[in-house]
C-alpha cells in the first residue's frame, strides 16, 4: 500500500490543487474588476451572466480562440518556452503548504522553507527569458526592470523568512501551523507582515509595484510581444501567484488552516485557509486601488536604503528574543 501513498494519492491531491488554482485564477479576475469598480463607484463585469459571474469564461474563450502570432525576429523555442516557465513555479510552490490538520497539499517535506525560496527563484527566470527572447526594446527593458526588482526584494524577503524560521524552529511549514506559539511570538509575527507584504508586492510584479510593465512607459513590458494564449499564460502565472502568495502569508503569519473545531472537523481546514486567502487578495486589491505607482529609482531606493536594513534589525532582535525568551 505504500505505493499508493507516496504514488497515486499525491497525483490525486495535485490534480485537484490545479483545477481549484485555475478556477481561483479566473474568479479572482472577476473579484478584482468587480472590487476595483466598487472602489471606483462603477459596476464592473455585469453583462456575461448574472452579476458578470461568466466573465471569466468568456475571457478564457476569447484568449484560446484569438489568432496566435509569433513574430520573425524573436528567439522560438526561448519564446514558446518562457509563458511555461513563469507559470509553472505558482503551482509548483502549493506542494508543501498545509490545508488541513495532518494533511499538506502534496506532501509534508522537512525542507518546505528551502522549497519556497528556491521555487520563488526559478520564476523570475520565465520573465527574464520572455523579455530577452522577444528581440524587442521595450521588452527587454521590461525584463531588466523585474529582474533588478526581483532580486533586490528578495533580500529582505529572504531575511524576514530566516527570522520566521527562527521562531518557529522547523523548516516545515505543517509542524510551523501545528506547533502551538506564545502570544509574543504573534505579535513580533504581526509586527513584521506589513513590510513581508511590501516584499511580496514586488515579487509579484502587482500594483503599485507593477513597473515591470507599466504601459505609459514600456508598452506592456516583457510581455508586449506575446498574445493568444501565450499573453494569458503570463496573465495565469500572475494571478495563480496572488493566490499561492496569499496562502504562503496566511500560513506565516495567520495560522494557516487553524480555526475554531478545524481539529476536530478537517474540513474545515482548507475552510479556513480559503477565507483567509480571500482577506488577503482583497488587501492586494485594496492596495492596487488606493496608492499610486512610484518612479523605479523610489523603489529600489526604499528597497535598499529602508527594507533591507529594516529587514536586518528585525532578524537580530528575532534572534535574541529566540535564545532569551524560548
Given at each position: 500500500m505504500d505505493w499508493l501513498n507516496h504514488l497515486v494519492f499525491p497525483v490525486i491531491r495535485a490534480l485537484i490543487l490545479i483545477v481549484v488554482l485555475l478556477t481561483g485564477f479566473a474568479y479572482l479576475t472577476w473579484f478584482e474588476r468587480k472590487l476595483l469598480a466598487r472602489f471606483q463607484v462603477r459596476?464592473?463585469?455585469?453583462?456575461?451572466?448574472?452579476?458578470?459571474?461568466?466573465?471569466?469564461?468568456?475571457?478564457?474563450l476569447k484568449a484560446v480562440f484569438k489568432e496566435e502570432i509569433i513574430p520573425n525576429h524573436v528567439d522560438k523555442p526561448v519564446y514558446v518556452i518562457a509563458p511555461a516557465l513563469a507559470l509553472i513555479p505558482a503551482l509548483v510552490v502549493w506542494a508543501v503548504i498545509p490545508v488541513a490538520r495532518d494533511i499538506?497539499?502534496?506532501?509534508?517535506?522537512?525542507?518546505?522553507?528551502?522549497?519556497?525560496?528556491?521555487?520563488?527563484?526559478?520564476?523570475?527566470?520565465?520573465?527574464?527569458?520572455?523579455?530577452?527572447?522577444?528581440?524587442?526594446?521595450?521588452?527587454?527593458l521590461g525584463a531588466l526592470r523585474s529582474s533588478a526588482q526581483m532580486i533586490s526584494y528578495e533580500l529582505p524577503l529572504g531575511l524576514f523568512l530566516v527570522s520566521i524560521l527562527m521562531l518557529a524552529g522547523s523548516f516545515s511549514l505543517v509542524e510551523l501551523v501545528?506547533?502551538?506559539?506564545?502570544?509574543?511570538?504573534w505579535l513580533w509575527?504581526?509586527?513584521?507582515?506589513?513590510?513581508?507584504?511590501i516584499c511580496i508586492l514586488a515579487e509579484n510584479n502587482r500594483s503599485p509595484f507593477d513597473l515591470p510593465e507599466t504601459e505609459n512607459e514600456l508598452v506592456a513590458g516583457f510581455q508586449t510581444e506575446y498574445g493568444g494564449i501565450k499573453f494569458a499564460l503570463f496573465f495565469?502565472?500572475?494571478?495563480?501567484?496572488?493566490?499561492?502568495?496569499?496562502?504562503?502569508?496566511?500560513?506565516?503569519?495567520?495560522?494557516?488552516?487553524?480555526?475554531?473545531?478545524?481539529?476536530?472537523?478537517?474540513?474545515?481546514?482548507?475552510?479556513?485557509?480559503?477565507?483567509?486567502?480571500?482577506?488577503?487578495?482583497?488587501?492586494?486589491?485594496?492596495?492596487?486601488?488606493?496608492?499610486?505607482?512610484p518612479r523605479y529609482d523610489q523603489l529600489m531606493r526604499f528597497c535598499w536604503k529602508f527594507l533591507l536594513p529594516l529587514s536586518l534589525v528585525y532578524m537580530m532582535i528575532t534572534a535574541v528574543l529566540t535564545v532569551f525568551l524560548k
Open positions: 459596476y464592473g463585469p455585469n453583462r456575461a451572466g448574472t452579476f458578470g459571474l461568466l466573465q471569466p469564461v468568456a475571457d478564457a499538506p497539499a502534496i506532501a509534508d517535506v522537512p525542507i518546505g522553507f528551502l522549497w519556497i525560496l528556491a521555487i520563488a527563484g526559478v520564476e523570475s527566470y520565465g520573465i527574464i527569458l520572455a523579455g530577452w527572447s522577444s528581440n524587442n526594446n521595450y521588452s527587454l501545528e506547533n502551538s506559539r506564545p502570544w509574543w511570538v509575527l504581526w509586527l513584521a507582515f506589513p513590510f513581508f507584504f495565469m502565472a500572475e494571478y495563480i501567484n496572488m493566490i499561492t502568495l496569499s496562502a504562503i502569508m496566511a500560513t506565516l503569519f495567520f495560522g494557516g488552516w487553524r480555526g475554531p473545531f478545524a481539529e476536530q472537523f478537517v474540513w474545515l481546514g482548507p475552510v479556513y485557509l480559503g477565507l483567509k486567502v480571500i482577506a488577503l487578495l482583497f488587501l492586494y486589491v485594496w492596495v492596487r486601488a488606493s496608492i499610486g505607482r
